[in-house]
Nanobody, 121 residues
């Protein structure tokens, strides 16, 4: 069983910063692509940023220039540093990871439970 546990969400004023963390745990053989997605009320889930095991990054348009994704492979943890936050960044942020188990089970994507980020005066 694999679990992704997010932390670091909360309430912040416009222009402020937050750092999200997501740790993958369980009987893990390897972790490939990891990423952050978000879903605002009434909207579809969208990609915020992704990062490969080698450190290659990709950002959604809303995150470019303001957010930075990073990871610690030894800890199976991915981070999202969010700066210059805007009210439109308010959403539930979800962690995602492509995980292989030490068995014949096919690797697949797993999701965290989500962490709320609210940007408001």
């Amino acid at each position: 069983q694999v679990q992704l546990v997010e932390s670091g969400g909360g309430l912040v004023q416009p222009g402020g910063s937050l750092r999200l963390s997501c740790a993958a745990s369980g009987n893990i053989f390897s972790v490939g692509l990891m990423g952050w997605y978000r879903q605002a009320p009434g909207k579809e889930r969208e990609v915020v940023a992704t990062i490969t095991s080698g450190g290659g990054t990709n950002y959604g348009d809303s995150a470019k220039g303001r957010f930075t994704i990073s990871r610690d492979n030894a800890k199976n943890t991915v981070y999202l540093q969010m700066n210059s936050l805007k009210p439109e960044d308010t959403a539930v942020y979800y962690c995602n990871a492509f995980v292989a188990l030490p068995s014949t089970t096919m690797p697949r994507y797993y999701w965290g439970q989500g962490t709320q980020v609210t940007v408001s005066p």
